[in-house]
């Protein structure tokens, strides 16, 4: 990772504080022992036909490749894009979802703990993108991995005073743990950009400023794609 660009604060967050706290993420990742490299094992659940057609995007994935600098250079495009639309989780109001619920929107889907401190950092950021760039063509899916029920992350998103991002939980960490197999999560955060058609464009471990100047372009760049 670089160190970024000094760019715009965000509340009780800025850039600088934000990418320092990469350091400690692989600290948290050596904790939990998820450093762990397994094989790539396919699609998630074993679909064929959305993997083969997301391979076939790997220009697009250069191409965001291409945009992702200063606060955001950490995100690198996919060699080989892959499908994530049978990734599953918790919606906001408990029922089940999956990544393909929001076909047809721009994601930046990324995972998070409230133990994990370098996630706590990043948090006020995501909720200011969400706020600036969400719609009908971009959301932020920000999914909650910690254990039990939904008290603590409720707490802190509380406390923090976030406006825009909802609340997606995967108490089981099975969405990690997926994307740990498919050579994609070796700690926390992890933040992938994922396309309307569900493919996995780019992908980052680690903290990012997602508030910043830089990181608008990104996602700007990423929905004309």
Avoid: H
């Amino acid at each position: 990772m670089t160190d970024g660009n000094e760019t715009q604060k965000t509340p009780r967050n800025s850039s600088t504080k934000i990418i320092l706290s990469a350091a400690l993420a692989g600290i948290v990742a050596g904790a939990v022992a998820v450093y762990v490299m397994e094989r790539p094992s396919g699609n998630i659940v074993g679909q064929s036909n959305p993997s083969d057609q997301c391979a076939l995007k790997a220009d697009a994935a250069k191409k965001i490749d291409g945009a992702a600098v200063g606060a955001v250079a950490a995100m690198r495009g996919a060699d080989t894009p892959q499908s994530m639309s049978a990734l599953s989780f918790t919606a906001p109001d408990g029922k089940p979802a999956r990544l393909s619920d929001f076909k047809g929107k721009t994601l930046l889907v990324n995972l998070w703990a409230t133990w994990c401190v370098p996630c706590r950092e990043e948090m006020p950021a995501l909720d200011a993108l969400e706020t600036k760039k969400g719609g009908d063509d971009f959301k932020v899916v920000a999914i909650n991995i910690d254990t039990g029920d939904d008290t603590k992350p409720k707490a802190f998103l509380s406390e923090i005073g976030v406006k825009s991002l909802e609340l997606y939980r995967d108490p089981s960490m099975g969405v990690f743990n997926d994307l740990k197999r498919k050579n994609l999560a070796f700690g926390l955060p992890v933040t992938m950009l994922v396309d309307k058609e569900g493919c996995q464009i780019a992908a980052m471990n680690g903290p990012a400023d997602w508030s910043s100047d830089d990181a608008a372009r990104f996602v700007d760049a990423a929905r004309g794609l």
